[in-house]
């Protein structure tokens, strides 16, 4: 069982920064890759950035240089650090876990969003 607790999405001006967190709460589950996703008003939902647990990372082109992913695997935490943030980057973020039940089935989880709006 995964619960996700996504928090940090505000409305930021275009130039500016901001952080998301998402802490995964697991039980009998170990945690392989955990990522960011978002998905803008008639788009689909599309990979930001994501990190496996031995410190590997990718990230969408959109987002390459700009965006920071970063995990606490002691804690099952993902930040993603945002900044140069412009308008095309308001979207809901979804922050995203996956791995393994203990009995060996991988599974997927996702977060319920939270909001990025990058306006002046």
């Known amino acids: 069982q995964v619960q996700l607790a996504e928090s940090g999405g505000v409305l930021v001006q275009p130039g500016g920064s901001l952080r998301l967190s998402c802490v995964a709460s697991?039980?009998?589950?170990?945690?392989?890759?955990m990522g960011w996703y978002r998905q803008a008003p008639g788009k689909e939902r599309e990979l930001v950035a994501r990190?496996?647990?031995?410190?590997?990372?990718n990230y969408a082109e959109s987002v390459m240089g700009r965006f920071t992913i970063s995990r606490d695997n002691a804690k099952n935490t993902v930040f993603l650090q945002m900044n140069s943030l412009k308008p095309e980057d308001t979207a809901v973020y979804y922050c995203?876990?996956?791995?393994?039940?203990?009995?060996?089935?991988?599974?997927?989880?996702w977060g319920q969003g939270t909001q990025v709006t990058v306006s002046s």
């Open positions: 995203n876990v996956n791995g393994r039940t203990w009995y060996g089935a991988r599974r997927d989880y």
């Open positions: 990190a496996t647990s031995d410190g590997s990372t």
């Open positions: 697991v039980s009998t589950f170990s945690v392989d890759v």
